[in-house]
């Protein structure tokens, strides 16, 4: 059961209401979505969330393309541990037939890839033990070669995943790495803005 219901469109306030209409006629494919429906009770989130994801997710600045867009927000919800919202874009991203099933699996073992060596890079940061840093890494990772993805979905699935669970080395190294493969920073900044979008709807769903 939700902490706090869904405004539905006909029990909106004014305010709402216009920000739904907005939802339906330009992302919504003629509906209010029950995300924002959950997010109703805040008018100026609702609005934010909308924008936000209008701007960067759905229409994009330019610097990346709509399938890795939606790759960059599938791995944000599992990143973020947010259920609702990975079954909701990865069947969203079905229905459009942009992405398979398979690659929508292959999306999030790159993700779970990511945070398994995220976890021992951040140990061995927080640990400040140099013995730890001279052991064998041992841990395997073929996942990130042998998938449909390439290497710069990868590595951008890598970067905003080191990210979010906090782990620099992590994602320094991502970032040096996209560079190197011709990846530009607006780009990599786009990628992040992405995530920072998603990670906010993540929070207040997986709470709900």
């Known amino acids: ?28 494919n003629g509906q209010v979505q ?35 867009r939606q790759a960059i927000a599938l791995a944000t919800c599992s990143a973020m541990n947010c259920t609702h919202c990975v079954r909701h874009h990865a069947k969203e991203m079905i229905d459009e037939q942009a992405w398979t099933s398979q690659e929508i699996a292959e999306v999030l073992a790159v993700t779970a890839s990511c945070s398994m060596y995220n976890t021992l890079f951040k140990f061995r940061d927080l640990a400040h033990d140099p013995t ?9 990772a ?21 990210n979010i669970n906090g782990c620099e080395k992590c994602t320094s190294s991502h970032v040096k790495k996209l560079l190197q493969i011709g990846v530009t920073h607006e780009q990599i900044d786009e990628a992040i803005k992405i995530s920072a979008t998603m990670a906010s709807f993540n929070v207040f769903h997986r709470t709900q």
Request: proline content about 6%; cysteine-free.
């Open 1 to 28: 059961m939700p902490v706090t219901p869904p405004v539905t469109p006909e029990n909106a306030n004014d305010g709402v209401k216009k920000i739904y209409s907005r939802i339906a006629e330009t992302i919504g």
């Open 132 to 140: 730890f840093e001279a052991m064998p890494v041992e841990l395997r």
């Open 142 to 162: 073929f996942t990130f070669k042998k998938t449909s993805l390439g290497e710069t979905l990868t590595e951008l699935i890598n970067t905003v995943v080191s």
């Open 34 to 68: 029950l995300g924002y429906q959950m997010m109703g009770n805040v008018e100026s989130y609702v609005q934010d969330s909308y924008m936000n994801y209008k701007k960067f997710i759905h229409e994009g600045k330019g610097k990346l393309e709509p399938k890795t």
